[in-house]
């Protein structure tokens, strides 16, 4: 059995190891000596497992001190398994779907929760897209922060690392996904919104984040088809005006 075998299991068998010595995040772990001799494995695979917990963000380390045990929420790792990944159309536009659905099927239970402290900061939001669309200037931050401000009172970390997984690989794509000549468009979609909750209006703010984000999506998949039919490639900096 090769070291990388014998580490995937190993990997399974710390957490759990872990959890029995009841550490908390920020805990140090045990040496490395007494895992080995705990965990019956040897020193290679013991460092292999270690490294893929801390690409995982389950396990923290710096230089001239001992690893620590990291945090394992959900968010974490939902945003540690997209942090390799290729940005690419078709990519962004299976993350989109998913995001779809669940954004929407949250919506309902996330306005009932929402305050009027988040209403007025979800305003200040879309009012900083619609001056920045008016000068022609890409709002990528204030687009993400829009989507993690409308959902975080649910405390659903899952939900809030797809979130901002979808964002992370979206802000490495292109100038031409994230400047564009829909950018007021786009801008006006999320005030939209905001109106529609301003007047209590749950139903028709619902219709206007589903209108937006298929919106999103035709621009996803006409980028798509450009590429497969020979037109130009995304490079870094190529993206829809946000979503």
Known sequence: MVVSDVASDLELQLIRHFRLLELAPGDPLPR???????????RPALREAL??????GLVASRQGARRTLGTSDMQTVVEALT???EPSPEVMLELLDVRR?????????AVAKMSANTLRELRRIADRMEAKAAHGQP????????HQTLYEQL????????IAAFWRLFDEMSEQFQVG????????R???????LEAGDTSLATHELNVHFFDVRARFTALRSKERTGGTAVPRGTAPAGS
Do not use: C, K, W
């Open 181 to 188: 000549g829909d950018l007021q468009a786009t801008a006006h």
């Open 190 to 196: 999320h005030l939209r919104i905001v109106e529609t």
């Open 101 to 109: 659905v669940l954004e929407a099927a949250f919506f309902p239970i």
């Open 155 to 162: 405390g659903n970390a899952t939900l809030l690392g797809l």
């Open 32 to 42: 490395e000596q007494d895992l080995v001799q705990d965990l019956h494995v040897s």
């Open 51 to 56: 490294a893929a917990l801390e690409a995982l």
């Open 83 to 85: 942090r390799y990944m």
């Open 139 to 146: 709002f990528v931050q204030e687009d993400a922060q829009f």
